[in-house]
């Protein structure tokens, strides 16, 4: 089974930029749709951004315009952009796989925007 393990994040200002990694430990297939989510504390874990097997990007209306998902499958590796970062992106950003229906979730890693 494939494993995925988030990095890049720490502390950044606002206005700010990040990139985070999701590394696989296994092969990222072209079917394989890639997101991101996030969960601030005491709030639910919401998605953030997808790419699927064509290429084909989705946003959360807060990021658009300044996150910017990609993948490189020869790379076992996806990537979130994060430019003009505000204090409200702050949370545990979370790498998920899709697979033929079934979920996988990397361990996240923490992006905290302050001045």
């Known amino acids: 089974q494939v494993q995925l393990v988030e990095s890049g994040g720490g502390l950044v200002q606002p206005g700010g930029s990040l990139r985070l990694s999701c590394a696989a430990s296994g092969s990222i297939f072209s079917p394989d749709i890639m997101s991101w989510y996030r969960q601030a504390p005491g709030k639910q874990r919401e998605w953030v951004a997808l790419?699927?097997?064509?290429?084909?990007?989705n946003y959360q209306d807060s990021v658009k315009g300044r996150f910017t998902i990609s993948r490189d499958n020869a790379k076992n590796t996806v990537y979130l952009q994060m430019n003009s970062l505000k204090p409200e992106d702050t949370a545990v950003y979370y790498c998920?796989?899709?697979?033929?229906?079934?979920?996988?979730w990397g361990q996240g890693t923490q992006v905290t925007v302050s001045s």
């Open positions: 998920n796989l899709l697979r033929r229906g079934r979920d996988i």
């Open positions: 790419i699927n097997s064509a290429g084909t990007t």
